[in-house]
């Protein structure tokens, strides 16, 4: 890390302090027109400091399209047109731009809001770069600062003002085993609206409770804030909504605290006490140092900026780990709401109540009261342990990338491996190249790359498998063949060249290889810990956040919108992809093994004859012929597995990803069924389950079919529970914006027809209907689960129990009337 000179405040030696702590955000403050950068640090003597840097300052990269004297960017009148007085500084540097040396002009302003103004205007005697890159981010990113680790930190103290000397990082801390336990001060907070239309109106439903839940300094304490005084040892009573959020925010200066929570808090909770409190007139501003609550775009998503604090949405946070498929028990959840989650990851459940009934619940006796308020506190008792468990994963993204926290929890993964790749372009004394325009970007998405090589299956039953496959193959690819923008090359005389003809460069290492080598060989070493420590959370947190990061960087070279895209990197990547996919299998098969099938980066080996010692040599002879960063590795061996295939009988190849396997250990492999999928209803992925369960474990037709029966006669003789026919599906729009109707759309109709819900609560969200005995058609008997109050079992039968089995029990030559029928099974051919 960059040492930061001394400082230019007057005083002596005696005013020179130290702290060992932790920066969890920065920004920045003008004061006396000049530009200080602010950090926020938690130290380990559990104090807050705000420390100033007075030495850094912004600037921006200028490359003139023509002859352009230095002597205009120093000329006033030039500079006025730009909209500002003067320039700081001015420097003539030589960067590398894509792999070629480019001139440029670094300018050196006195404050971050005069970048924009004169790049814009130079822009047109030229092309700047590095305009766009927040002040903060900046800083971060130049000085290096560590994120979430303990750093040493130096700094004047004069008239309570602190001014950073030095910032040291502590030895060892670097290391990728290394994982310090860091305690921020955190609260957790969820709010109830009176509600008496359905969706609360912030111009005239007030908020009737806070609850909060705190750990702070070591300290843990929960309670409800509410205008009511309702009998439970938890609630605080405030004579109105005022002082309700006054309290709130009093909460947040007296515990200290660093990280604020919510679930759907941006969207909702922050900007609804916001709103209150603007017709409240009131200031509502929940920033450490009273410079107000902001709601800022990020991306395609909003993020609460409250200085020097940070605020995170814990919905964005399971959204984000739910996409990155880096918790499985919530990838089968029909939606993301907090009783979900939290009931997924705790095997409890959730207190709840109806969201309609909120307002009958406050109006109601002492009773219902009492009611409303365990329901408020569970909802911050339970998003804590959601918190708990995914907070982990971010805060170890956040160390990795050296991001800001506030940054990350709001991040896609191709957003933060551009400030990975923004970091080492600075490092390496390379421009950072643009954000592409929406021609550019339109003319990319016209020109998409040709995908992964699939060899489908012949569908049915197997037995005696093993399954390869190629260890981080894309990021392997990568690395082993240096693909960067920056080292694509015509006239280079040692490169390597992919199977479409593009070559990279050998002689100097590329960017994005350099950063995956390091993110994989971390992952190496962290996996070995875990190995010896599984219950390590820091550890399995960090090794899943090195895998999300090393395996994006091909998603965003191929993404139309990044800095670092390009088409000739994403399409080599593939290429090689399939290169050595369809090498493997056909070595295989010179070896005399039966390749069942191949995707992308794994293959399916019918073993017969062979034993596992031969299994293993021919992957010991892939891997001899291998570049050094790629590596065939054995999943395991397998009893007998299940390939199913197509939906239509013209087309007899297995379906992409669609099978199921048994392990020696008895484990069960599943991929691409419908279990996950919210569209079926429990009965049907629970019975396909089974199905699978029984056909693997068993290797018995016989009990498969019995088990499906068994489950007909329950469906024909109404045993089967309402909640497991719930079908759920999202509702894209309004319920007046379709043409066609739907069985989702008519339940919708149907329960704001009833007075059972509002178009509010049901336009847009994620609906869950029961098809039952009443209407002609099967939309006209769709009902919202919660109004249905019977089933049609043939719906059931037919639409969904037979088609989700019959993808398997095909492969065994059984026909659907067999099921419903006590006809005669056909033999497997």
Same mark, same amino acid.
């Given at each position: ?434 954000? +592409?325009?929406?021609? !550019? &970007?339109?003319?990319?998405? #016209? *020109?998409?790359?040709?995908? =992964? /090589?699939? %060899?489908? $299956? ?54 994005? +290889?350099?950063?995956? !080598? &390091?993110?994989?060989?971390? #992952? *190496?070493?962290?996996?070995? =810990? /875990?190995? %010896?420590? $599984? ?295």
């Amino acid at each position: 890390m960059q040492s930061i000179e001394d400082s230019k405040i007057e005083g002596n030696v005696e005013n020179t302090k130290e702290i060992v702590g932790v920066i969890f955000d920065i920004d920045y403050i003008i004061k006396d027109s000049k530009t200080f950068i602010r950090l926020a640090v938690r130290g380990n003597n559990g104090k807050f400091y705000d420390i100033l840097d007075d030495t850094f300052l912004p600037y921006f990269y200028f490359a003139p399209d023509h002859e352009f004297a230095k002597e205009n960017l120093n000329n006033p009148d030039f500079i006025k047109r730009g909209g500002i007085d003067k320039i700081n500084e001015v420097k003539e540097e030589t960067k590398l731009l894509f792999g070629k040396n480019i001139k440029v002009y670094k300018i050196v302003l006195d404050m971050p809001m005069q970048v924009p103004k004169l790049s814009a205007f130079l822009s047109s005697y030229g092309t700047c770069y590095e305009y766009d890159i927040p002040f903060a981010k900046r800083y971060a990113i130049d000085r290096e600062i560590p994120q979430f680790y303990p750093v040493k930190i130096i700094y004047n103290e004069n008239n309570d003002e602190k001014l950073l000397k030095e910032i040291k990082t502590i030895e060892n801390s670097g290391d990728s085993k290394n994982i310090p336990k860091i305690d921020l001060n955190t609260l957790c907070f969820d709010i109830e609206v009176y509600n008496p239309v359905g969706i609360p109106r912030a111009d005239k439903d007030p908020i009737i409770m806070i609850s909060y839940l705190y750990v702070s300094n070591g300290k843990k304490g929960s309670g409800v804030i509410t205008t009511k005084k309702i009998n439970k040892p938890f609630v605080e009573y405030v004579n109105d909504e005022k002082e309700m959020l006054k309290r709130f925010i009093s909460l947040l200066n007296d515990l200290d605290i660093d990280i604020i929570t919510g679930y759907n808090s941006t969207n909702f909770d922050i900007r609804y006490m916001t709103e209150r409190a603007g017709y409240l007139k009131i200031d509502f501003d929940i920033s450490r140092f009273g410079t107000g609550t902001k709601l800022e775009r990020h991306g395609l998503v909003e993020r609460v900026k409250a200085a020097g604090r940070v605020h995170i949405d814990a919905y964005l946070v399971v959204k984000f780990i739910a996409n990155v498929g880096a918790a499985e028990y919530i990838l089968k959840l029909n939606s993301y709401t907090l009783k979900n989650v939290y009931e997924a990851i705790s095997k409890n459940k959730k207190v709840t109540v109806e969201k309609k009934d909120i307002y009958k619940l406050w109006e109601g006796s002492s009773e219902e009261l009492e009611e409303l308020a365990e329901y408020n506190m569970n909802d911050s008792e339970a998003l804590y342990e959601v918190y708990s468990t995914f907070m982990p994963i971010m805060i170890e993204l956040t160390r990795i990338s050296n991001d800001l926290i506030s940054d990350v929890a709001v991040s896609t993964t191709g957003q933060l491996v551009e400030f990975l790749l923004m970091r080492y372009a600075h490092k390496f004394n390379e421009l950072i190249p643009n954000k +592409p325009e929406e021609r !550019e &970007i339109e003319m990319r998405m #016209r *020109a998409p790359i040709e995908g =992964a /090589y699939v %060899k489908t $299956p012949d569908p049915g039953i197997y037995n005696k498998l093993v399954l390869f496959d190629f260890r981080g193959l894309y990021p392997s690819i990568i690395i082993s063949h240096n693909i960067d923008p920056s080292t694509i090359c015509t006239d280079c005389k040692e490169y390597y060249e992919s199977p479409i003809k593009v070559r990279f460069r050998k002689d100097r290492k590329g960017i994005v +290889p350099t950063i995956l !080598e &390091i993110l994989i060989n971390q #992952r *190496a070493e962290v996996k070995k =810990a /875990y190995k %010896k420590d $599984p219950t390590n959370i820091a550890l399995g947190s960090r090794s899943q956040a090195l895998k999300i990061l090393a395996n994006s960087f091909f998603g965003y070279m191929g993404y139309a919108r990044s800095r670092w895209y390009s088409r000739e990197c994403a399409a080599s990547i593939t290429a090689y992809g399939r290169y050595y996919i369809q090498k493997t299998i056909s070595e295989a098969e010179k070896q005399g093994f039966k390749v069942l099938y191949g995707d992308t980066d794994s293959v399916v080996l019918i073993m017969e004859n062979k034993t596992k010692e031969d299994a293993l040599n021919f992957m010991k002879s892939i891997n001899d012929e291998l570049p050094e960063a790629m590596n065939l590795e054995l999943e395991d061996f397998y009893v007998r597995g299940v390939f199913v295939g197509k939906k239509t009988s013209k087309d007899l190849r297995g379906a992409k990803k669609k099978y199921a396997l048994l392990s020696e250990s008895n484990r069960i492999k599943i991929r691409g069924f419908e279990l996950v999928r919210r569209d079926w209803s429990k009965i049907a992925r629970e019975t396909q389950q089974k199905v699978l369960e029984s056909i693997l474990k068993e290797g018995s037709k016989e009990s498969a079919i019995e088990i499906v029966r068994n489950i007909i006669n329950k469906l024909r003789e109404n045993k089967v529970p309402l909640s497991e026919l719930v079908i759920n599906t999202q509702l894209r729009k309004g319920i007046d914006s379709y043409d066609a109707k739907s069985p989702e759309l008519s339940a919708a109709r149907k329960a704001v027809e009833a007075g059972f819900k509002t178009r509010e609560e049901v336009e847009h969200a994620v609906i869950g209907y029961i098809i039952t005995k009443h209407g002609n058609s099967v939309s006209d008997k769709a009902e919202l689960e919660g109004m249905a109050k019977d089933y049609d079992p043939e719906y059931y039968i037919n639409n969904q129990v037979i088609p989700a089995t019959m993808r398997i029990l095909k492969e065994l030559g059984i026909e659907e009337s067999e099921l419903i029928n006590s006809g005669k099974q056909k033999k497997l051919g």
